[in-house]
């Protein structure tokens, strides 16, 4: 079984209407992060959450919203959904390596189409 | 402005030939930095990692050197396979920035039989 898991792996919505992306771990980190790729940018911080309690903005979270329901799970909502915001939508959770570098897991990614 | 740049888009490379994927940083407080990789359909998983301390990282056929005083890292594989396809992303972290990670636009690398 897979260790980030993410609901639905595609979707296609019409513009103006919301829309919702799950996450769910089973790595037991408090460290839950949402990103999207974009071809030539790489990955963009949304938004990320480091325990149930703690929510913070990453660099475009504008026009996103966050719920962080439990430890192991973390949702992204698109409260009116834009066609600029048709991306791939990943996942992750993080943790410490030995020498304090924190590696993050990713889930498999939404594929989000907004018409 | 990109912190983390990948200049090179995509690399074509003969297998059992070498590969190296470049990335340069502009933000000195980047206490340590990561490669990703990842195939189409699937998320990024963790290839190696290099701390700010250290100028050489090697885990088999992957080799991160870092430089920092040309603020620059390189990922070297050797000998490309195949299976080594994929799009590659470099990473930066550190304590400064809540050891959030920063990435780099990603390399499309394509190995040739």
């Known amino acids: 079984d897979a260790d980030v898991t993410q609901t639905p792996r595609n979707r296609i919505t019409k513009t103006g209407k919301r829309i919702m992306l799950e996450c769910s771990q089973t790595?037991?980190?408090?460290?839950m992060y949402w990103y999207r790729q974009d071809p030539g940018l790489g990955l963009r911080l949304i938004y990320y959450s480091f325990d149930v309690k703690d929510i913070n903005k990453g660099e475009i979270s504008d026009g996103y919203s966050v719920s962080r329901q439990a430890q192991a799970k973390f949702s992204l909502s698109l409260e009116s959904a834009i066609p600029n915001q048709t991306a791939l939508y990943f996942c992750?959770?993080?943790?410490?390596?030995?020498?304090?570098?924190?590696?993050?897991?990713f889930g498999p990614g939404t594929r989000l189409t907004v018409t | 402005d990109q912190q983390v740049k990948q200049n090179s888009p995509s690399l074509s490379v003969q297998e059992g030939r070498i590969s190296i994927l470049n990335c340069d940083y502009t933000?000195?407080?980047?206490?340590?930095f990561l490669w990703y990789k990842k195939y189409p359909a699937e998320g990024p998983t963790f290839l190696i990692s290099?701390?700010?301390?250290?100028d050489k990282n090697e885990d088999g056929r992957f080799t991160v050197f870092l430089n920092k005083s040309a603020k620059h890292l390189s990922l070297h594989i050797v000998p490309s396979q195949p299976g080594d396809s994929a799009v590659y992303f470099c990473?930066?972290?550190?304590?400064?920035?809540?050891?959030?990670?920063?990435f780099g636009g990603g390399t499309r690398v394509l190995v040739k039989p």
């Open positions: 992750a959770t993080s943790d410490a390596l030995a020498g304090g570098i924190y590696e993050q897991y």
């Open positions: 790595k037991g980190h408090d460290r």
């Open positions: 933000n000195s407080m980047f206490d340590y």
């Open positions: 290099i701390s700010s301390i250290k």
């Open positions: 990473a930066a972290g550190g304590k400064a920035a809540g050891n959030k990670l920063t």
